[in-house]
């Protein structure tokens, strides 16, 4: 009887077909991006002792040791002695990377998995940016001048954000190498999504918005500015709603609830109110001594692409507030967004790795210039269709060239090189040097031992060892610590300014792996007059039980 309602086989294969068609440009740009980060992986990884290791940046290696030695029994410590020290600032990218700690893997392929989980995050993203351009910039009367639906664009509705969003390097490069700006920059954009839906769209999300704010909140306590950002704007434009109360009050409280139960969790185990790198990169850091610094890191992103993209955007903009004004205060909203986070960076003193793609996009802008992606695409709807369709190709390609660094100039060859995958992603180098010169410290010292580093994460990661921060990130005594009163600006590093050389000395270390705090005339004497000496790159303490 049912049978009669059944589509003919040849209409369902018809209706099939025009789906994949209509799918086939996002397909496309996935695929790339998929071929890419593929190469990426392999590109950045490494061979020791005859064996592939797959590495992540070393901050991620970090969270990466967290996750290892919770799954061995060491708790949430990466020194594997002493109490626990929050060393990390991403509990739920840590958490994240527990299962890739659990499959069993050998320690050289477990970054692997997270590597694979950033493509993803980042297929994500696109599909993120897709749907937010078009449900809330693609439709309306802000089109050309005249009422249409998305379907009515095309491609201009959506494929610039998109091809964008998936040719900016730095962004792919922070995903790619283990840390959560993938995962951030989607919660970003799905964030801003679930907002317009309820700010403007009278759609009652409630509870899909408070998921993706409590989960920003545990990908970075930094993500809390962006999660007020978006409770201000859905407060401002009406949002809470008297017939659906229970839910967004329901919501309200879930976000509490995680944000509470992180900080008593966090008090408990840890015994602090704050995150350990907050006491190292903020607490006794003179306010102008980070200001100068955030200044100057910023400035460099706003001249290579920030800037201009934002101009070009404002001034295609103009049309928003004539013909659509909810759509200008979406606009606008996103604007806020991507200055809130540079105003951010420059408060907190500019991220440590301000070279190379940080000099493009740290990793706390990073996450939002998809934003500014779709501040681009959307004011591209705001010329006449036929004008549109024309710039659109030139104005992305432009636009692409501009936020990788490759427009001609000092660096751009450089730049090329990266992007085309031809010379090694940054740091590379240097991930392959330390764990060189950890293989060769492990060849001449047994597991147990006590070690100093300031390299944080691959040496603690790779090795059995029971480690000392020499930098503080996962030690509470030396974060604590002021700055140096002397520290320059010019050479002021946030996270790199604190050291207390005595404090290590005086707990008589097996080792140390590295050692960047002898200011003194004869390095080599004051060690050899504490009892250690040098073993190629590192010190070794001569009476350690631990010597092989």
Known sequence: MLGCFAMPPRLVEQDASARLRRHLPFLAVVAVLLLWSGWFVYRSSLVSGGERHFVLFDDAMISMTYARNLVEGHGLNWARQGEPVE????PLWTAAMVPANLLGLELRLRSLVMQIAGA?????LLWAVRRLMLEHFATGPAIGGQPAAASRVGLLAWLPAVVLTAGFEPLAYWALMGMESGLQALLVVLGCHYAFDVAFAGRPRYLALSVVLALAYLVRMDMAIFAAAVLVLVAVRG????????????GLLGIAGVAGG??????LYFGAPLPNTYYLKLADVPLELRLVRGLDTLGGVVDAQLGALLLVTAVAGWAFPRRDPARAARLAFLVVLVL????????????????????????????????????????????????ATRLAPVATLALLVLANGLWLGEGSKEAWKRVLLVDRPMMVGSHAMVLEELRRLQEVLAPGAEVVTYWAGIPAFFSDYRMIDG???SDAHIA????????????????????????????????YFQVWDL??????????????????????????????
């Open 480 to 511: 604590r610590r002021p700055v140096p009163p002397t520290t320059p600006q010019a050479l002021y590093v946030p996270g790199h300014a604190k050291n207390d050389l005595r404090y290590l000395l005086e707990r008589r270390p097996d080792a």
């Open 239 to 250: 949002g809470f709603r008297r017939q659906h109360r229970r839910r967004w009050i329901a």
């Open 471 to 473: 930098l503080g990130y």
């Open 340 to 387: 809130l986070y540079a105003a951010y960076s420059v408060w907190v003193g500019g991220d440590v790795w301000e070279i190379d793609i940080g000099q493009r996009a740290n990793r706390f802008v990073a996450p939002f210039v998809p934003l500014v992606f779709v501040l681009f695409n959307a004011a591209l709807l705001t010329a006449p269709r036929r004008v």
């Open 87 to 90: 060393g990390f600032t991403t």
């Open 519 to 548: 200011r003194v005339s004869r390095p080599g004497n004051f060690m050899r007059k504490r009892g250690y000496r040098r073993h190629g790159n590192f010190w070794l303490r001569s009476d350690s039980p631990y010597l092989r």
């Open 262 to 267: 992180y900080q008593l969790f966090r008090w």
């Open 120 to 124: 993803a995050l980042l297929v994500a």
